[in-house]
């Protein structure tokens, strides 16, 4: 590779980095080509799945302010890069790895966080972005709910106490 294709390819991976909320470092070895397309098929449009020469994706995160990833850069490597939801995304790889076990998660970095592979397994086991938001909604529509039948109760309850005490007024005055 020449020094002016390389320095393209560290620019490219560099904007990957900071394009990106997460990145997911995979190793791939074994995998045919049909199995790596349906692995990017399969992470859908949010993100990105591309394999990478170590030393030059090492030089693109150190620039990028990446440097939890030098450790795990050996071997046949390939990157995930979310630009969208990264819980999906760690759905997706966590279910192609377990149908497909030559893909191996090897860990990664989500919003500058360094991850294991057991941390991006337990964000895989979470609600989707949307379920949670949801769920919000939901809880706080309840609580206004309850909120109003508490107001709504009070003159209620002084209405229903006034004609009690109106209906025992007329009843010792008879």
């Known amino acids: 590779m020449a020094k ?3 320095a393209t390819a560290v620019a490219e991976l560099k904007s990957s980095f900071d394009g990106s909320s997460a990145a ?11 199995q790596l397309k349906q692995l990017r098929v399969s992470l859908g449009e949010n993100a990105k799945f591309a394999v990478v020469k170590n030393t030059l994706t090492k030089i693109a995160a150190n620039e ?3 440097s939890q990833l030098d450790d795990l850069l050996a071997g046949p490597s390939a990157i995930a890069f979310v630009n969208g939801d990264v819980v999906e995304a760690a759905k997706s790889l966590r279910d192609f790895a377990k149908a497909n076990p030559l893909l191996v998660i090897k860990g990664g970095v ?4 360094s991850m294991t592979p057991a941390e991006i397994s337990k964000l ?6 949307e379920v949670l938001l949801a769920k919000l909604a939901g809880a706080l ?10 107001f709504n109760a009070l ?19 008879e």
Do not use: C, W
Not at 110 to 113: A, C, I, L, S, T
Not at 141 to 150: E, I, M, T
């Open 4 to 6: 002016a294709e390389k």
């Open 24 to 34: 997911v470092l995979t190793e791939y070895r074994g995998l045919t080509v049909a």
């Open 64 to 66: 990028a302010g990446i």
């Open 110 to 113: 989500v919003d500058g966080k």
């Open 124 to 129: 895989a086991d979470l609600e989707s972005r």
């Open 141 to 150: 529509k309840a609580k206004q709910g309850h909120a109003a039948a508490v």
């Open 155 to 173: 003159p209620t309850n002084m209405a229903q106490l006034a004609e009690a005490l109106r209906a025992k007024r007329d009843e010792a005055g």
